[in-house]
Structures are given as C-alpha cells and as structure tokens.
C-alpha cells in the first residue's frame, strides 16, 4: 500500500494551506464528537476518542475546540449533530477500486456530493459490497522516522501485535488488525516512540500500479471527494512507484 499511504502522508503535511486547514479541522472536530457520542467522555476508557483527540492535536487543533468536541458528543454542551456513519463505493479511472466514508447529519447531502464528485472526474458508483471486499480493515499508526530504523519500531510492536512496518519515506506505517490497534500504539507510548496518528482504516489487499497521467486522474478524483464536508476518509487500492509520485510534484 506504499503508493497510498505514502501520497496520503505527503498530503496532509501539505493540509497545512489555510483552506484545506479549515475542512481539516472540522473533520477532525466531527471525529472527536462521534467517537464521544458513541463510547463516552471518558478518555482511558474511550481509546478511538483517545486516538480522535492525539491526531487533532498532532494537526494543531485549537485544545478549546477538542474540548467543546468532546462535550458536545457526550452531551454536556449543546449543538451536537447527530452524525451517521455511510459508506459509498465505486471505481476511480484505470478502474482503482474507492471506499468513500462519510459522517453526516444528512444523508441526501452526502450522497450527491460523492456521486457528482465521482461522475465529474472519471469514477463511477458501484452496488453495495462490489468493492468493498478488496479491502481489510486494519490498525494503522504513522511514526515519524526521526532517528529511529525500521528495526527499532518492529522490536517493540510485534508482540503487541503489529503485522509489517512500511517505510513511507520520512515516517514509517505500522500495520495490525484493528483489534490490536490500542496495543500497538500504547507499545510505542512506553517505548518513548511518538507518533503522528493510530486509527482503523481499510487497506486494499490489491493495487493497481498506476503511471503519472492514471496518478493525476485518481489523485484529483479524491480530492474531489474530500472536498466535500461530509466525506470522512477515502481509501483506495491504487500504488504509486517513487518515480512517478516526484513527477506528480513537480
């Protein structure tokens, strides 16, 4: 999953531009508000809220903001939405397989953003399961290389669990099942290791390798999707070699 995660990880240091920012810092504030809605205000006991509140920090989130979040989904501090969780599919250009996650308190909404965002830039919807299946859900958490090797990291999160260690370039994706998610990243906390973020997310189990015009087709399609307010995540099982991403930034 190289070329994903590794475009992914490039885009949100690139997030820092003040009008992506904004829709970064909602979707991570509408993260927060579920994850406390569903499992409490309770951090220790709440670990995806944990997990909700590391990553807005990580991204510069005002701590006024988390806390108001966090409120409000528990209930305390009115004006909490009452978001549904909705999964789109469908197939990009050069027929790369999207998962679209979307959180809204309108369902009409989200879907005709998602389908003219598809049908605007060469993708198509797709029934239920049809793509889905190319993906597992799996525990991923982000660590900045710094100084350590990929030795360091593996040492101290197998016996937690952790599956591989990918290296991304300038951090390193440390990959188990969702369940081992909690173990993994408190593993690194005791090591002293930090991290950029820790959270379920669906990885394709095949890729399709993608040149740099199919790259430009799909990274533009997600974006796309992304813009709109109601779409969470997007996963999708493209790759993209080394050579053809730094083409793609120049």
Not at 26 to 40: F, Q, S, T, Y
Not at 114 to 139: C, E, I, Q, W
Not at 154 to 172: K, M, T
Request: glycine fraction near 8%; charge should be negative; hydrophobic fraction near 40%.
């Amino acid at each position: 999953m190289s070329g994903h995660s590794k475009w992914a990880t490039t885009k949100h240091k690139k997030a820092v531009i003040d009008a992506k920012r904004g829709k970064l810092f909602a979707k991570l504030i509408k993260n927060i508000e579920v994850a406390a809605r569903m499992g409490g205000v309770d951090i220790e006991g709440n670990p995806t809220l944990y997990d909700a509140i590391q990553k807005a920090k990580k991204q510069s989130v005002p701590n006024k903001n988390i806390d108001s979040a966090v409120k409000r989904g528990g209930g305390l501090e009115a004006g909490g939405a009452d978001y549904e969780t909705i999964m789109y599919e469908g197939y990009g250009p050069n027929g790369v397989a999207v998962l679209i996650e979307c959180l809204t308190d309108n369902r009409n909404r989200a879907a005709s953003d998602v389908r003219v965002a598809m049908t605007r830039n060469g993708g198509s919807m797709a029934d239920p399961g049809s793509v889905s299946y190319l993906f597992n859900r799996k525990g991923v958490v982000i660590v900045p290389k710094g100084e350590l090797s990929e030795d360091d990291v593996l040492e101290v999160v197998l016996d937690a669990g952790a599956e591989e260690v990918n290296d991304l370039g300038e951090s390193f994706e440390v990959l188990s099942e969702a369940t081992d998610l909690v173990a993994v990243r408190t593993s690194l906390q005791e090591a002293g290791i930090d991290y950029d973020s820790a959270e379920a997310n669906f990885v394709p189990t095949m890729q399709v390798e993608l040149d740099e015009e199919g790259a430009k087709k799909i990274f533009k399609l997600i974006d796309a999707l992304e813009d709109s307010d109601d779409v969470q995540n997007v996963f999708a099982n493209f790759d993209v070699s080394d050579d053809v991403m730094a083409k793609v930034d120049a």
